[in-house]
């Protein structure tokens, strides 16, 4: 049956690159507000789903593209493990293909790595309806790796994901979350010389005069820690519920965007750098090195991206109801020519989700 599958979207990709048709690759569209506007005829990978190789022992999963991140995250929770990256399910609809194409990360990024930390293999469909696997199913594997982890954030514009087999980790032990009054200032500040210590951090996010930290890790090591850093503790649901809202964007700062016609950027910087200074209200994630900025529509965007610039960063608007000029930050030309060589070696007819990462291709 998946062999059969896979030979459908072989003559589908086929049909596409003879006619010069794009194709829109889609899973459940969780994401569909994030990127450019999405072009061309959809090409749907629900159907292409489940679980192919589960090794517990080996810390190793391999699962269909179109397996919804829920059911995979079931699976692996039944075995006390989990994806370290807590990638965002928005609403429960994210996929696993959506997931890697993305790269999204949640809360744990800064402690635990992105999406592409954690790959170690996949397969695809290149736009010659050739099918290429990459990487492997062990850790210690490199071949290919780098191949892999390429199409982590490349907005399915280099061919369709088939499966990918991801690095998992064993549940936390104990966690515990802390919630301090303080500005963004003395946020940024106490997260860096936190940082610096040996403490179980495993997440943070600021948002109007409130750090929230969480701990995770041996029970004597968070116990200790939640001794020394003091603080207001939150319930064990009280937290849960607050970090799933900020993973999956369900909190009340995510959800203005499109009820009130604000545009919400993201800004990724440095971690040490200063509070930046623009209009509308932030929400600080990652030790502070991912800065949300949810503002007025009409914002200048040149002066956000010139802010995360100047701070040693780059910006992306990540949500809004009318997307004036470029998503994200303009390439370099260098950068730009590697971009426009990865497209043509991969997808020379150009048709898997044109414009989607760029307008340029």
């Known amino acids: 049956m998946m062999q059969l599958m896979v030979h ?21 569209g969780s994401k569909r507000f994030y990127g450019e506007a999405p072009r061309g005829e959809p090409l749907d990978t629900r159907a292409f789903s489940g679980v192919s190789s589960y090794e517990p022992t080996e810390l190793v999963v391999t699962a269909k593209a179109g397996t919804p991140i829920a059911e995979l995250e079931a699976a692996l929770a039944a075995q006390g493990q989990c994806l370290a990256f807590e990638p965002p399910r928005f609403g429960g609809q994210g996929t696993v293909g959506g997931m890697v194409a993305s790269g999204l990360s949640g809360p744990s990024r ?10 170690l293999g996949l397969s695809l469909l290149n736009g010659r309806a050739e099918l290429l696997n990459f990487g492997g199913t062990v850790m210690k594997n490199v071949a290919g790796y780098d191949v892999s ?3 982590a954030g490349a907005m399915g514009v280099l061919g369709l994901i088939l499966e990918v087999s991801l690095k998992v980790v064993p549940l936390p032990v104990c966690q515990a979350t802390l ?5 963004q200032a003395q946020a940024l500040q106490a997260l860096n010389r936190w940082g610096g210590l040996a403490l179980p951090l495993h997440a943070s996010a600021h948002s109007a005069g409130v750090l929230s930290l969480r701990l995770a890790g041996a029970q004597a090591a968070v116990r200790a820690a939640v001794q020394f850093l003091g603080g207001e503790a939150m319930s064990e649901s009280e937290a849960s519920q607050f970090w799933a809202g900020l993973r999956d964007h369900d909190h009340a700062f995510f959800k203005s965007p499109m009820q009130d ?3 919400l950027w993201r800004l990724s910087v ?9 209009a509308g209200e932030q929400l600080v994630e990652w030790g502070g090195a991912q800065r949300w900025l949810l503002t007025s ?13 100047a701070a040693g960063g780059h910006a992306t608007l990540f949500r809004a109801q009318e997307k004036r000029g470029p998503v ?16 043509q070696a991969f997808d020379p007819a150009g048709i898997f989700n044109p414009g989607r990462l760029y307008p340029e291709f």
């Open 179 to 183: 919630r301090f009054e303080m500005t």
């Open 297 to 309: 529509q009409s914002t200048d965007a040149n002066a956000v991206r010139q802010a995360a610039s």
């Open 328 to 343: 994200f930050t303009p390439l370099s030309a260098p950068l730009q020519r590697i971009h426009q060589q990865l497209k």
């Open 8 to 28: 459908e979207f072989q003559d589908r990709i086929r049909d596409a690159a003879a006619r010069h048709l794009p194709l829109a690759i889609v899973g459940q």
């Open 149 to 151: 982890r390429l199409m």
């Open 110 to 119: 800064a402690s635990c790595g992105a999406v592409r930390d954690h790959v």
């Open 261 to 263: 016609g604000a545009a």
């Open 270 to 278: 440095p971690s040490t750098a200063p509070e930046l200074k623009l």
